[in-house]
């Protein structure tokens, strides 16, 4: 399968425990976004990168998340002290230069 | 900033026609996108639009007026399995914005 993918797929934590997620873009895909998506609402952006460098984070973006992407190539996104209001589902998605996002599956996070 | 408007849910009858709108207001806009998602999964890739006019792909076309910051995908022979939300997403050179999605039912 050489499309987006995410681990895990589902994640359940209690409150102020920490949270990390990976993803894996198409392989020759030098973008690479995160996104939150609730309930009935559309996805919304967190940050994205350009190769290994991270070019913006949203101002959703509280100083709990942190992003990486080392070497280019898969990106984690890390959650501190996770609150229930960050239950979502967190997507991933990668884009050559000009052509349109293909997403992964997601994660979703269930914070009790 | 962004600000996108659709409307929030539709329904139509298999085998028929439906038109999805999209109005927009944006910033460093370069062309716009639709998605389509079905509940509990991610969004897929369905078209991009940058120049003005319609690209028609199958079943589904999508139009764009840049002058008018509107958009509208059009669904044709309606089948129940395009039950899902469409979301409109204007975008610039480095990263689009999601409207909230229009669910669509498709009813027998």
């Known amino acids: 399968d050489t499309g987006v993918s995410q681990d895990p797929r589902h994640k359940i934590t209690k409150r102020g425990q920490n949270v990390t997620f990976r993803c894996d873009p198409i392989?020759?895909?030098?973008?690479l976004y995160w996104y939150r998506q609730t309930l009935g609402q559309g996805p919304e952006f967190l940050t994205y990168?350009?190769?290994?460098?991270?070019?913006?984070k949203s101002r959703l973006l509280s100083d709990r998340f942190s992003a990486e992407r080392p070497k280019g190539s898969f990106s984690t996104l890390e959650i501190q002290r996770t609150e229930q209001g960050d239950s979502a589902m967190y997507l991933c998605?990668?884009?050559?230069?000009?052509?349109?996002?293909?997403f992964g599956p997601g994660t979703r996070l269930t914070v009790l | 900033g962004q600000n996108i408007d659709q409307p929030t849910e539709m329904t139509a009858t298999e085998g028929a026609i439906v038109q999805i709108n999209c109005t927009y207001q944006t910033s460093g806009f370069n062309g716009l996108f639709w998605y389509q998602q079905h509940a509990g999964e991610a969004p897929t890739f369905l078209s991009y639009n940058v120049l003005d006019g319609l690209e028609e792909k199958g079943r589904f076309s999508s139009f764009l007026s840049r002058s008018k910051g509107y958009s509208y995908l059009l669904l044709k022979e309606l089948q129940m399995k395009d039950s899902a939300s469409y979301l409109c997403?204007?975008?610039?050179?480095?990263?689009?914005?999601f409207g909230t999605g229009t669910k669509l039912q498709v009813i027998p």
């Open positions: 997403a204007p975008g610039g050179y480095q990263k689009v914005t």
């Open positions: 998605a990668s884009s050559p230069e000009t052509l349109g996002q293909f």
């Open positions: 990168f350009q190769n290994e460098a991270q070019l913006e």
């Open positions: 392989s020759e895909h030098n973008r």
